[in-house]
T-cell receptor
Framework: NAGVTQTPKFRVLKTGQSMTLLCAQD?????MYWYRQDPGMGLRLIHY???????AKGEVPDGYNVSRLKKQNFLLGLESAAPSQTSVYFC??????????????FGPGTRLTVL | KQEVTQIPAALSVPEGENLVLNCSFT??????LQWFRQDPGKGLTSLLL?????REQTSGRLNASLDKSSGRSTLYIAASQPGDSATYLC??????????FGSGTKLNVKP
């Protein structure tokens, strides 16, 4: 049981380049999330998904797109990277039932630098 | 707009000391409040979750309290150890799918 995994772990891009970050979870969770974390700040929600084939905008969605073609995968795309997107990106997943003691499970993060 | 604030931003204590980390939130209509631990270069690990109907949760040396009316939560760490050194984040859940995170308290426990 690997939990939540993210690929790649590190990446350096030039301004204007594109890339896709992959998140995979093996816990059969319905919900998946993409966050970014900047120095001295907490995590901010970029996009999220409440099930296969569905996505929705979070707090800071501009400049990013997402897709959830398979329940276990959630992709985050940057079509034209900008230096302001330099950050650490975290993926998370959770079950549907928030009335339990369940929580969000986080991946190890992807450190992205845009030059 | 929901905002979550953590004070202090950094804390350094000698080993064995009891300590309290603070978290405040502007909108009291939370679904739950969670405390996470983040080690350098790592992801987040959930420590404690307090449902909106609960007042506190305990796990080992950790105790988290929640006061919705005042918009505050505290994380109490008893008999701190060097292994407790990490950044502690609180997060308020306002509906079933959106967390708002504080900026964290970086804790250093000196041997």
């Amino acid at each position: 049981n690997a939990g939540v995994t993210q690929t790649p772990k590190f990446r350096v891009l030039k301004t204007g380049q594109s890339m896709t970050l992959l998140c995979a979870q093996d816990m059969n969770h319905e919900y998946m999330y993409w966050y970014r974390q900047d120095p001295g700040m907490g995590l901010r929600l970029i996009h999220y998904s409440v099930g296969e084939g569905t996505t929705a905008k979070g707090e800071v969605p501009d400049g990013y797109n997402v897709s959830r073609l398979k329940k276990q995968n959630f992709l985050l795309g940057l079509e034209s990277a900008a230096p302001s997107q330099t950050s650490v990106y975290f993926c998370a997943s959770s079950s549907r039932d928030f009335s339990s003691t369940d929580t969000q499970y986080f991946g190890p993060g992807t450190r992205l630098t845009v030059l | 707009k929901q905002e979550v604030t953590q004070i202090p931003a950094a804390l350094s204590v000698p080993e064995g000391e009891n300590l309290v980390l603070n978290c405040s939130f502007t909108d009291s209509a939370i679904y739950n409040l969670q405390w996470f631990r983040q080690d350098p270069g790592k992801g987040l690990t959930s420590l404690l979750l307090i449902q909106s109907s609960q007042r506190e949760q305990t796990s080992g040396r950790l105790n988290a309290s929640l006061d919705k009316s005042s918009g505050r939560s505290t994380l109490y760490i008893a008999a701190s150890q060097p292994g407790d050194s990490a950044t502690y984040l609180c997060a308020a859940l306002y509906n079933f799918n959106k967390f708002y995170f504080g900026s964290g308290t970086k804790l250093n426990v000196k041997p």
